[in-house]
């Protein structure tokens, strides 16, 4: 098969997309029929002629220099919650439960800035867990020190959070101190306490929404990022009810990791065609655009090609670090012994850890993927493959569905969701 180009239909129309130009074309029956046989589009590019900028665009591919840095600090290990789904063992990553204390809290921060991030560069600090918010004593000391040691840097905090610990008191405190929020929410009442039991027993969906008003008056910096589970629930019944919640993003990732066969993948293909029209009847009543993984992808397609393997960049500028001070490419990847990169504690050098795809370097998928996780990859090849399947195929989906967006947005739309002025 042919990775510099992809067919496909939408409705009625026959789609061309050009992995080396990312850029993607109505085609003709005949051309569509003529590309399929003989696994070429060296006729359609001659027939059609593309223009200098494309040729360009060929030829553009951006070597990836991270000037973002991220350090997951996960202060807690322990939750409130008993999702079904949890990668981290209900909070504790199948370890001793805790709090992390001050000392590591601050150790693991100026571990973080002088020995990973580069200087002059971005720095975002995320308070992880489990439930983070167990541990808001520690986030208060830690954000004060950072505040007063590293003024001159340009660091940001981030907080995943289940939300059923917010009060109006951390709300004044996330929102006086520039944090960004991301609220853990699966949907609306049903959804939400099916699949994300409180351990009190009491109301999930309650619990996590009460006090989201407050928040969004307080702030704008705020997404809502579900997770998939149950493909028997409308995905698009999901994004309609949190984004009923008004926050400025939703997003509902689903759980790869989960799936057991091809027929779920195929369900979950079949969703998010829904979930698209869904979308596309919605951009036609309102003029935001709160789907975030959607915007995302739109906005990959219009981006230089880059030839970064795992976009997250998990070991390199991307660590964990957990209660005990021990250092990990990846939050999700601190239950395997074989990813502890080392502990701030320790004067050894940090081990370096390499993850690397070369399955991905013949899909045409390649400049449009974010190239999944590589906690999903590590489980997958635990179960005896290289790469997460599951994943390819729901990121080829979505590239499809940008796409299609893409061709039925008005332009004031698709310009406004690139951020750009319509010059």
């Known amino acids: 098969m042919n990775n510099n180009f992809h067919l496909f ?107 990973i991030a580069m200087e002059d560069s971005k720095c975002i600090i995320t308070f992880f867990g489990g439930e983070p918010l167990m541990a808001y004593d520690v986030i208060k000391l830690i954000c004060e020190y950072v505040r007063l040691e590293y003024k001159e840097r340009n660091i940001e905090f981030h907080i995943t959070t289940n939300a059923t610990l917010l009060t109006h008191e951390i709300i ?82 689903p759980d790869i990791s989960d799936l057991k066969n091809s027929e779920e993948t ?12 869904y979308i596309l009847a919605y951009v036609k009543k309102h003029d935001d655009f709160p789907f975030g993984i959607f915007k995302m992808k739109i906005r990959e397609l219009f981006l230089s090609k880059r030839n970064s393997i795992y976009r997250c960049g998990a070991g390199k500028n991307t660590v964990s670090i957990d209660l005990k001070g021990n250092i990990y490419a990846c939050h999700r990847l601190s239950e395997f012994n074989d990813f502890n990169m080392g502990s701030i504690y320790s004067t050894n050098k940090v081990k370096n850890i390499n993850f690397t795809c070369n399955s ?31 994943f390819c195929a729901y990121s080829k989906k979505m590239t499809e569905l940008a796409i299609e967006i893409c061709m039925k947005l008005p332009q004031q739309k698709l310009i406004k969701i690139l951020g750009i002025d319509n010059q």
């Open 360 to 390: 991905c370097n013949s899909c045409w998928n390649r400049f449009t993927c974010t190239h999944g996780c590589v906690y999903e990859d590590i489980v997958q090849r635990n179960r005896g493959a290289m790469i997460e399947p599951a």
């Open 266 to 277: 195929k369900k979950l293909l079949g969703q998010l065609e829904v979930v698209k029209n």
């Open 9 to 115: 239909k939408v409705e009625c129309n026959n789609i061309v997309y050009l992995s080396d130009y990312k850029q993607a074309y109505c085609i003709t029956d005949d051309d569509y029929s003529y590309i399929k046989i003989n696994n070429s589009v060296d006729r359609f590019l001659e027939k059609y002629k593309l223009n200098d900028k494309a040729k360009k665009n060929k030829e553009n591919i951006i070597v990836e220099e991270y000037k973002t840095y991220e350090l997951y600090l996960c202060v807690s290990n322990t939750c409130n919650s008993k999702c079904v789904y949890c990668f981290a063992h209900y909070g504790d990553y199948g370890k001793e439960k805790g709090i992390m204390d001050f000392e590591t809290g601050k150790r693991a921060v100026d571990f973080f800035i002088n020995k």
């Open 172 to 253: 004044d405190f996330l929102t006086d101190n520039n944090f960004k929020v991301a609220l853990s929410i699966d949907g609306g009442l049903k959804v939400q306490n099916a699949q994300r039991p409180l351990l009190s027993g009491g109301n999930s969906y309650y619990e996590a929404t009460k006090n989201i008003d407050y928040l969004l008056k307080k702030s704008m910096n705020v997404l809502i990022r579900g997770t998939y589970y149950n493909l028997d629930y409308d995905l698009y019944k999901c994004y309609e009810e949190l984004v009923e919640l008004n926050a400025k993003e939703v997003n509902i990732v």
